[in-house]
């Protein structure tokens, strides 16, 4: 059927709809610059339950049913949600699952997930084999910090290339171009097509450091793309990463530079974007949640409104465990790319 | 398209092949009632490695090679590797992803995961958007009991509820009708069908209970199977689940009964097949690997020797973390079913 497009890339011909998105972010994310963006800012980051994973897995529960309020459907009207978070056993989104009550397809991308998320279902949506999905992304600072590091309560200080894991919870409903949907979503963004990703693994053992770990992998997928539709850099008007940070940006660009492309004209990092400098985040965010409410408050509504054409949404993952690194593992990392497009219709 | 049957199934218009499979296990394994079909039995469970979590993503990349071997192909030939795991952050997949270099969609759908890759990889293959892609599980005794549980060295008995994690990975090629393949793999197996499963609690607090925490996500999944597709239980020559055990298979019994469904004329259990009595596994075996490794060494050469005419594979994970269980939650547990056919094409 030649959806297939090189080796890595697909496009889809019935370029599945973006519906509705919904953002639901903690208090030092509500803070940024994006921070009016954002559909809820909640004051305190356990939302008063009683465990941070517990308001981890609630956040991503609520963005999911706003995104469906959004275009008034309820998760039982959706045929399933796909989505994955960053804790052992992807607990959040399983919990968030088991209240949502849909068909679950559980992934785990670290912080590609909402791209693995979004390229999955939209070539599912694209076959027919869903009329209306929700996908969906999730971290949480607090919960991140004990997944990953060290008990919060110790207080150790950030190495200078660390980034801050984003407290907050994107989702995106997706749907075929069949269904008539009403209420206040989106009408004009498409998913058009995207990029499979490899695992990158340069070494990296520092995971303080997850920019360099992850820019091998975002700039194989972003080159990828470009060459396996032969276009260049400015065919889009954005490539976003997911979260690389300052640091690992400015490595990006030395890789894409390496493989012939200059991409620096047209990229943007959600890391980058998501906090002020005077937040002292160091290199900026990170985590499943980052990407995942960046795209659904600021890239969708940019793209609905005219202000892109067409985004390259690159997230990025790095497949470390807690245990991998005590075994003195490297950091592999894998990015994902989902070509999403404008269109009047 | 009319792709989707009722609220959770869907129909696969193209059918799907499934082309080869491979199951690399350990030693209780092949010393089990299906020893002498499993393709590789290791001696030693770290396979001279320095960790069993090494050891077990070099078994599912070993898995992996292998079943693309029999068809002689390599793992660049394949637009993806779809599978993951049971350990935090899916590292036996993504590390093993690595290795392949193939194009990498990692999952988490705890032990239902070769089920969740077989229905996704086949729709996708289904739609064009993947020729040849493989689909792929592991688990680990060590690897989980630390992950899970106790570490070994302590000695910890198990209550007469409890299962013994498979050490082992499966893989299976799944392929497009149009694709033309030589070697020694299968010719008449073919993925027709699915059902995507929703996440079910009684809560069930007991980490050692993991029978009755899946037994009715089991039951859901399968009598939505059958209520969507308006068929009974014998519809199909087998219904095999995942890894529920005899005391979950038990309950799994009544809970279809209460729902108008007769199953077990025609049910088997993966966890109560793999092991014999006198191996004192208890309750049988569990773990993504022990459906996976069943699936490829019994059930599928069975269907293409024509054993048995269509098989529902349903395929049954437990959501919980250690740390959810710490924190006093209850068990989650998916489902996930794919219908296997023989063909003569």
Known sequence: MGKRIGKQSF??????????????????????????LFDVICSDDTLGLDSWEQAE??????????????????????????????????ISAGF???????????????CSTMAESIITTSMLTDAGFSDLAVCGASSHFSSSEREFRYPLEMGTQAPPTAQRTVTGSGAVAIASSGVRLHGLGFSHIRVTGGTIGKVCDYGITDASNMGAAMAPAAASTICANLSDNGIPPEYY???????????????????????????????????????????????????CGCCSVVLSSLILPGIENGDYERVLFAATGALLSPLSSLQGESIPSISHAAVIERSEA
Chains 1, 2 share one sequence.
């Open 11 to 36: 496009i889809l011909p019935s370029k599945p709809r973006i519906v509705s998105s919904a953002s639901f972010v903690g208090r030092t994310e509500g803070e940024g610059p994006l921070g009016k």
């Open 237 to 287: 008007d954005r490539i976003i990463t997911g979260d690389l940070g300052s640091f690992g940006t400015e490595m990006l660009y030395e890789l894409c530079y390496s493989k012939g492309y200059r991409i620096e004209n047209v990229h943007d990092d959600c890391g980058v974007m998501i906090f002020a400098p005077e937040q002292k985040t160091v290199c900026g965010g990170s985590g």
């Open 96 to 110: 968030a699952a088991r209240e949502l009550q849909s068909p679950f397809i559980g992934i785990y991308g670290a």
């Open 57 to 90: 897995s609630r956040m991503l529960e609520s963005a999911v049913r706003l995104a469906l309020s959004k275009i008034e459907k309820e998760p039982r009207d959706i045929d399933f949600f796909m989505g994955g978070d960053l804790l052992s056993q992807i």
